[in-house]
């Protein structure tokens, strides 16, 4: 199922097709899919900063796009370790609108909210140089951005979520180890679950019941081929939901990982906003 965009997180509402997607978008809840569908989290640990002052931070040129639900941005550079299952640590959330650039000392290439949709944009954190602090970003997929040294909030990672394609398994790992593996449904051929890390926005209710009554998390991988989906689905973001069959171990969503009602109650009961997700072959 493909998250849409909605008009706060906690109501990501959004119009599902058959199958696995919705256009959800994150916030305190996630999108409304008319269809079946669902929605699809990052780098270890962060290194010292180095005791070297911090590069001149350049002002942003005028015009500069926002980063939302649903408008991504260019420039940005992809994320070194796409495929890394070294659990991420620790997340930010910006305090006020800030420029993300894309390299330390480099060039503003948007902006970055504290809220997405009206959910709080929580983002896991990759890297660290020279004061500067690099994270994943939403809407834009396998790509990471800079943020100069500023006032972020700053909180702790204990989750990380690891989807393997091929073997059709979600695995919930906490402080570095596993605790829970499922068999779970992924995308079709044409419509892929996105390789890469990426994390969760945040959970939205929908009112179909192929969601087994259940959550979504939203997270923040798009499509990597937005013509292979429906129209309505364009500004989808993929998600992690239960599934109302008992068909599980196939290649059959447009994009969403289909879980089975059981095991999307432990992960909506442990897993919150910020929390990586890795997806591999």
């Given at each position: 199922m493909l998250a849409r965009r909605a008009?706060?997180?906690?109501?990501?509402?959004?119009?599902?097709?058959?199958?696995?997607?919705?256009?959800?978008?994150?916030?305190?809840?996630?999108?409304?899919?008319?269809?079946?569908?669902?929605?699809t989290l990052v780098v270890g640990p962060s290194s010292p900063a180095p005791s070297t002052a911090p590069p001149t931070v350049a002002t942003p040129p005028a015009g500069l796009t926002t980063i939302t639900y649903t408008q991504a941005a260019t420039g940005f550079p992809a994320d070194p370790d796409q495929a890394s299952t070294a659990p991420l640590t620790e997340a930010l959330q910006v305090?006020?609108?800030?420029?993300?650039?894309?390299?330390?000392?480099?060039?503003?290439?948007?902006?970055?909210?504290?809220?997405?949709?009206?959910?709080?944009?929580?983002m896991p954190v990759v890297a660290r140089q020279n004061g500067w602090t690099a994270v994943l970003l939403p809407s834009m997929n396998r790509s990471i951005g800079w943020l100069p040294p500023g006032d972020y909030a700053t909180s702790a990672l204990r989750d990380q979520i690891v989807v393997h394609r091929g073997a059709y398994t979600l695995t919930w790992v906490r402080d570095g180890q596993p605790q829970q593996t499922w068999t779970v449904t992924v995308g079709a051929a044409a419509t892929e679950t996105p390789l890469g890390r990426t994390f969760?926005?945040?959970?939205?209710?929908?009112?179909?019941?192929v969601y087994a009554g259940l959550d979504v998390l939203a997270l923040g991988a798009v499509p990597d081929d937005k013509k292979a989906v429906a129209s309505g689905l364009a500004d989808a973001h993929t998600g992690i939901h239960a599934w109302y069959r008992n068909e599980f171990g196939y290649r059959k969503s447009n994009g969403c990982v289909r879980m089975p009602p059981a095991a999307q109650k432990v992960l909506l009961a442990n897993i919150g906003s910020g929390t990586s997700v890795v997806v591999l072959p």
């Open positions: 008009v706060v997180l906690a109501a990501l509402a959004a119009t599902l097709l058959a199958g696995c997607s919705s256009k959800h978008k994150p916030t305190a809840t996630a999108p409304t899919p008319s269809t079946p569908e669902p929605t305090r006020a609108k800030s420029a993300v650039y894309d390299a330390v000392g480099g060039t503003a290439r948007a902006y970055l909210t504290p809220q997405i949709s009206g959910v709080d944009l929580i969760v926005l945040g959970r939205s209710s929908l009112p179909s019941k």
